[in-house]
């Protein structure tokens, strides 16, 4: 049995960055696609860690589906209509 590692608090920064970079602007999801985003996204930083295309997009799929199961659950605030005959005395 392999355990995967924790990511550490640049990783996940790194991850959440590219995210929200994808989600702005969409592209393909092939590794080539990929690898240039991460490429266009981290130039000029200087970081230890580079995620691999096939990471990111399990990160997007993963981040997909909780993301549809959250809108599926959550329909914003629920006013219950009053009814003034069922009012307490």
């Known amino acids: 049995m ?3 590692p924790r990511r ?4 996940t920064e790194v991850m959440l960055r590219l995210v929200l970079l994808f989600q702005a602007n969409p592209v393909a999801l ?7 985003l991460i ?3 981290l130039r000029g930083e200087d970081h230890d860690w580079r995620p691999s295309p096939r990471a990111l997009r399990r990160e ?3 981040r997909s589906a909780s993301e549809l199961d959250l809108k599926a659950v959550d329909n914003g605030p629920r006013v219950l ?3 003034d005959s069922e009012a307490l005395p």
């Open 2 to 4: 392999s355990f995967r």
């Open 8 to 11: 550490t608090a640049v990783e």
């Open 30 to 36: 092939s590794d080539p696609a990929l690898s240039k």
């Open 39 to 41: 490429d266009e996204a």
């Open 60 to 62: 997007l799929q993963r």
């Open 81 to 83: 209509p009053t009814d």
